[in-house]
C-alpha cells in the first residue's frame, strides 16, 4: 500500500467514522422538499407582485391620460415623461431582477442566457399585467376603495393616482359635445380623480380644424379662466377611460 | 468487493440516499484523489487542499437526499468541489467576492467535436503544464473540467451553471490565452 492509498483510506475511515458517530448527518428529503417549495412560493409571490404593479402602472397611466399625451408634441412626450411612475417602475425593474435570478438557480434558468431568460421574465410578468387590467376591474374598484378611505397600506397610491395631473399642466382632455363656429363644447376630464366636466372651449384665433366633428377626443392646450377654457393648441386624443362618468 | 467495483456512481448514491451508509465510502475512494487533482489545479496555494475535499465530501453527505439518480452522479459532485473551490480562492483573495459575466448574456452557437478535443489534447498537454497559471480564473476551471477532468460541454454547464454555449465561448477563448501564454514562455526561454 503506497502513501496514496493510505491517506485515501485514511479520508475514508474519517468519514465513515463521522457518520457513524452521528456527528455527520445526511438532511432529510423533506428538507429539501420544504426548501423548493419555499423557493417557489418565493418566486410566485414575486411574480404576483410585479404583475400587480405591472397592471398598476397600466391602470395609473390609462385613468391619468398621460400615456396619450406622447401625441400631443414635444411639450406632450416630455410631459408624460414627467408624469410617468418611475418609483414604481424602478420598484418593478427591481422585483423583474430578483425573479430573473431567482429562476438562474434552476436548470432551465442557467441553461438559458441571461438576455433571453430576462426578457422572458419582462414579457411574463408585463402579460400578466395587461391581463389583469384586461379582464378584471380589481385597480378600479381599489381606487373607489382608496377614495372611500377603505384601502389600508396601499390607498395612498390610489389616492394619487389623479385623473387629470395634466390640469396643473393647462393641458385639458376631452369628447366634444357641440361645435359652434369659433368654439366647442366638451366634456373634459376633470381635476377630481375619475371625473369629468363640460366647458366651453373659445378659439383664439385659431380655425377648428375641418375634419372635427361631434364626439371626437381631443387635447386642449391653453388658459382656463372662470369656466372658459381659450384654446391654443388642439390635437386628436385616445378616448376617455372607460370608468369615467 | 468486485460487485461494488461494477456498480455505476448514480447506483451507490441511491444505496446511500436508501441508508446505506457505509457505501459513501466507495464514493469517497472514487472521487478523493479527483478532487485533490483539481483542486491543486484550481487553487494557487496547495496547503489546505486535503482540508477542503474533506469538507466537499461531508457537505455531499449532508446534501446526498438532493440528489437525482436519475442524473450523473460526477458533475453533481463537482459542482459541490467547485463552489469550495472557489470559496477557497475569495479566501485567498484572488476573486472578488460577486463578480457578473457578460459572456452568459446571450447565446452562444456552439458545436462539440471529440475529435478536435483529441487533437487538442496532445497540443494543449504541455501547455496546460507550462502556463495554466497564466490564465484568470474562469477560463482556467473550464480548461481543467474540459481537457484535464473529460467533461462534456453539457456537463460543464451543470458544474459551473451557466449555459452550455458560454462553455464553449469560454473554451475557445481559454485555448488562445492558453497558447499565447505559452508562446510568450517560450520566446523568453529561448533569449
Known amino acids: 500500500m503506497d502513501n496514496k492509498e493510505l491517506e485515501q483510506n485514511k479520508t475514508v475511515e474519517n468519514i465513515l467514522q463521522k457518520i457513524e458517530s452521528g456527528t455527520l448527518k445526511a438532511y432529510p428529503k423533506r428538507y429539501f422538499r420544504l426548501r423548493i417549495f419555499l423557493f417557489i412560493l418565493l418566486i410566485t409571490i414575486i411574480f404576483i407582485l410585479s404583475a400587480f404593479l405591472c397592471s398598476f402602472i397600466l391602470f395609473n397611466v390609462n385613468f391619468s391620460g398621460q400615456l396619450s399625451l406622447i401625441g400631443f408634441g414635444t411639450r406632450g ?122 366647458y366651453r372651449i373659445i378659439f383664439n384665433g385659431l380655425t377648428i380644424p375641418n375634419e372635427t366633428k361631434i364626439g371626437d377626443n381631443i387635447f386642449i392646450e391653453g388658459e382656463m379662466k372662470n369656466g372658459i377654457i381659450y384654446a391654443e393648441t388642439i390635437g386628436p386624443a385616445p378616448s376617455l377611460p372607460k370608468f369615467f362618468r | 468487493m468486485e460487485n461494488e467495483e461494477n456498480l455505476t456512481d448514480e447506483q451507490i448514491a441511491l444505496s446511500v440516499q436508501q441508508g446505506d451508509k457505509e457505501k459513501f465510502g466507495i464514493l469517497v475512494k472514487r472521487y478523493d484523489s479527483k478532487l485533490s487533482r483539481y483542486g491543486k489545479k484550481f487553487l494557487s496555494r496547495k496547503e489546505n487542499i486535503e482540508d477542503i475535499v474533506q469538507d466537499v465530501f ?50 452562444h452557437q456552439i458545436y462539440e467535436d471529440p475529435d478536435e478535443k483529441e487533437r487538442d489534447q496532445q497540443e494543449l498537454k504541455k501547455m496546460i503544464e507550462v502556463s495554466l497559471d497564466t490564465l484568470d480564473s474562469k477560463y482556467k476551471e473550464i480548461i481543467i473540467l474540459h481537457y484535464l477532468e473529460d467533461f462534456s460541454y453539457k456537463e460543464i454547464s451543470d458544474i459551473l451553471k451557466i449555459p452550455t454555449g458560454t462553455v464553449g465561448v469560454r473554451i475557445k477563448r481559454g485555448k488562445e490565452i492558453l497558447k499565447e501564454a505559452y508562446q510568450e514562455i517560450e520566446k523568453q526561454h529561448g533569449q
Open chain 1, 77 to 198: 412626450t416630455l410631459l408624460s415623461l414627467k408624469l410617468f411612475p418611475w418609483v414604481l417602475f424602478l420598484i418593478n425593474a427591481i422585483l423583474i431582477i430578483l425573479a430573473g435570478f431567482l429562476a438562474r438557480t434552476f436548470r432551465f434558468g442557467y441553461k438559458t442566457p441571461v438576455i433571453y431568460l430576462g426578457l422572458g421574465v419582462i414579457i411574463a410578468m408585463s402579460l400578466a399585467g395587461i391581463f389583469v387590467n384586461q379582464i378584471t376591474n380589481l385597480h378600479y374598484i381599489l381606487w373607489q376603495n382608496a377614495q372611500k378611505n377603505k384601502l389600508p397600506l396601499v390607498g395612498n397610491i390610489y389616492r394619487h393616482t389623479c385623473a387629470s395631473p395634466l390640469f396643473s399642466e393647462k393641458i385639458y382632455r376631452g369628447k366634444i359635445l357641440a361645435i359652434e363656429t369659433d368654439s366647442l363644447t366638451a366634456n373634459i376630464q376633470s381635476e377630481k380623480c375619475g371625473q369629468t366636466s363640460i
Open chain 2, 58 to 107: 461531508i457537505n455531499t453527505y449532508q446534501n446526498i437526499q438532493s440528489f437525482d439518480p436519475a442524473l450523473k452522479f460526477s458533475p453533481w459532485i463537482y459542482r459541490i468541489a467547485h463552489n469550495a473551490f472557489v470559496n477557497g480562492l475569495k479566501k485567498q483573495s484572488f476573486l472578488p467576492t460577486t463578480y457578473f459575466d457578460f459572456d452568459i448574456l446571450l447565446s
